[in-house]
Each structure stands twice: as C-alpha cells, then as structure tokens.
T-cell receptor, first 111, second 114 residues
Framework: ELKVEQNPLFLSMQEGKNYTIYCNYS?????LYWYRQDPGKSLESLFV?????AVKQEGRLMASLDTKARLSTLHITAAVHDLSATYFC???????????FGTGTRLQVTL | ETGVTQSPTHLIKTRGQQVTLRCSSQ?????VSWYQQALGQGPQFIFQ???????GRGNFPPRFSGLQFPNYSSELNVNALELDDSALYLC?????????????FGQGTRLTVV
C-alpha cells in the first residue's frame, strides 16, 4: 500500500524567511503533484513533477522531485502572508491518475 | 479555473438517507475519480470511472457507488448515510488512455450529515 508522508504537519513562518516542506512516499512513482488548499475550498494545482530531478518554480515556491530517494520538497522563499494555506503532495503510482495524498502541511505566515 | 464542475456545492442530509453528487468532466476527458476529504485530512480516493466502468476502488464500503454516463459525467451515490460521511467530496477528471494527462479537480461538494 502506497503511503505518503509530509512534514512538518504545521509550519508557522515568519515573513521574509525561507522554509521547506518534505514529502516522502513509499513506492516507486514518477509523478508527483503539489496542491494548495484554502479553508473550505477545493485543491489548486501548483506543480506537477514528472521525472527524477524535475524542478519547477512559480513565484516564491519551488518544487523538486528525487524519485530514487522517493522524496519531493516544496521550498518557500521569503514567505509572505498570501502563502498561508494547507499544502498537499500527492503521488500517482501509475498512469491512471489515482492519487494518494499526503497528510497536508498547514502553513501560517506571521509578521 | 478548471472545466470540472460539481453539484450541488453544499448539501445537508439526515443520517440514514441517501445522497447523489454530480460531476461534469473537463472537455476531452474520459475518466472521473472521486475523493473524500474529511475535515483536517487529505483527500482519500474513493473510486474511478473510465469509459463508464469502475476502474479501481479505494477502501470504501459498497454503500458508496457510482456511475459514469456516455458523456463522461459521473455520479457518486452514498446510501445509508452516517455522520462520518460528512466531508468535502471532490471529483477529478483526466484522460489517461493512450498516455498520461494531469487530473483536474472540481470545486467540491460539502456534505453535512446530521
């Protein structure tokens, strides 16, 4: 059974500082998603990582994938309040888009 | 915004009742997956429909059932509702046949069972 673990579960960030969220998964997969979710809302797709070594960046967020280590990271540069949300990674073990989600990381940015 | 639409957006039901949730997939997508997200947790895969057939199921009891129609829209039915069925239900459409495509999520249906 595929297991996906994120850490930390909660991250209190100071504005302007850098942080990293980690996503570990238990079986081989070449496809990993990162989503953002605001309270009461659906999932907003941030990144889709499709191969070992993939790195994608959008604004203050950068995601990378190491399939050999079964690890993805989401790096936040110079946190701002607008980034406060819950972030999920999700792994697609095949080609059929049946996703297994991590536990989520709730980010809170404080002044 | 994605082209995946769900209805209704909110729903309140009584324990023991039955509910039907609907999902219209994005144009060109032939696969719909359903997820349940309880409060404070990550989404859990319920099942997937591909070309009107169930194509994989997560760890959910048989009272969770579904349908997919020729236009690839889908329904999720839950019988004998329990309080623990209260959750955000998300559908995602994709088109993996012949190659991988990204899954796109709808806005969700918030189900409250009282």
């Amino acid at each position: 059974e595929l297991k996906v673990e994120q850490n930390p579960l909660f991250l209190s960030m100071q504005e302007g500082k850098n942080y990293t969220i980690y996503c570990n998964y238990s079986t081989t997969s070449d496809r990993l998603y990162w989503y953002r979710q605001d309270p009461g809302k659906s999932l907003e797709s941030l990144f889709v990582l499709l191969s070992n070594g993939a790195v994608k960046q959008e604004g203050r967020l950068m995601a990378s994938l190491d399939t050999k280590a079964r690890l993805s990271t989401l790096h936040i540069t110079a946190a701002v309040h607008d980034l406060s949300a819950t972030y999920f990674c999700a792994v697609d073990p095949g080609t059929a888009s049946k996703l297994t989600f991590g536990t989520g990381t709730r980010l809170q940015v404080t002044l | 915004e994605t082209g995946v639409t769900q209805s209704p957006t909110h729903l309140i039901k009584t324990r023991g009742q039955q509910v039907t949730l609907r999902c219209s997939s994005q144009s060109g997508h032939n696969t719909v997956s359903w997820y349940q997200q309880a409060l404070g947790q990550g989404p859990q895969f319920i099942f997937q429909y591909y070309r009107e057939e169930e194509n994989g199921r997560g760890n959910f009891p048989p009272r969770f059932s579904g349908l997919q129609f020729p236009n690839y829209s889908s329904e999720l039915n839950v019988n004998a509702l329990e309080l623990d069925d209260s959750a955000l239900y998300l559908c995602a459409s994709s088109s993996p046949g012949g190659g991988w495509t990204e899954a796109f999520f709808g806005q969700g249906t918030r189900l409250t069972v009282v």
